[in-house]
């Protein structure tokens, strides 16, 4: 919600700004809502960089299906924009979905390595030793850290490495860093149900119904 709100500001500032359209799509709580975003980024992306056109196209092939394509114009963009972070990151992003789990680490890698102080890559990897085969929880953790210190106020990052503190069944741990996620982030039921989750396996029975109810 709050990325949503933030690109719906953009716009307001600027209505033909086309990449907002494209980010906002990707916030979307329904099919409508993506494909409206996705119709008015590309028709605000005529004048704007090789970057933005590429990303118009290859969320358009997010309604028919078509990974090849979309896989395709992530590596163009990467390659066009070699310095950039944000294109390893959303390239990672691509081979994740087609399941190579190891260009996706790589790229991920790479975008830390452009950009240390910028949480996109840290998260994909966060992410990807935390979900994806072969799982590294260790690794995930260190990611998951990494992100809570470059972006402290932020509640995602605070359940990212809850989540990794979950997967290792150290939930005195997850319940800390699920807490912190709901002091950072109050209006998000995700910090809640999370909590409440922790607080059932460590036996805080009265805890986890206030969190669920909170939730």
């Not at 916030?27 to 809502?33: D, L």
């Not at 102080?117 to 990611?143: H, M, R, T």
């Amino acid at each position: 919600n709050m990325a949503r709100n933030a690109f719906t500001e953009a716009l307001r500032t600027d209505a033909k700004f086309g990449m907002a359209y494209l980010m906002r799509a990707g916030t979307a709580t329904s099919a409508k809502e993506f494909a409206d975003d996705l119709a008015k980024g590309k028709d605000n992306v005529g004048s704007a960089s090789n970057w933005e056109k590429w990303y118009a196209e290859a969320m358009a092939h997010s309604l028919t299906g078509n990974r090849e394509k979309r896989l395709e114009l992530m590596k163009k963009i990467a390659a066009e924009y070699p310095m950039a972070a944000r294109a390893q990151a959303t390239l990672g992003d691509e081979y994740s979905s087609d399941l190579q789990i190891d260009k996706a680490r790589a790229a991920y890698a790479k975008a830390i390595s452009l950009d240390p102080k910028w949480v996109g890559g840290y998260s994909g990897l966060a992410s990807s030793c935390l979900f994806d085969n072969p799982i590294d929880l260790k690794k995930a953790e260190e990611n998951a850290l990494k992100l809570v210190e470059l972006s402290p106020i932020s509640g995602g990052m605070h359940i990212i490495l809850g989540d990794c503190y979950r997967a290792q069944n150290d939930f005195a741990k997850a319940r800390d860093a699920y807490a912190k996620a709901v002091e950072m982030d109050t209006k998000n039921p995700a910090g809640y149900y999370k909590l409440g989750h922790a607080n059932t396996y460590l036996g805080n029975l009265e805890k986890k119904k206030k969190n669920y109810a909170d939730a």
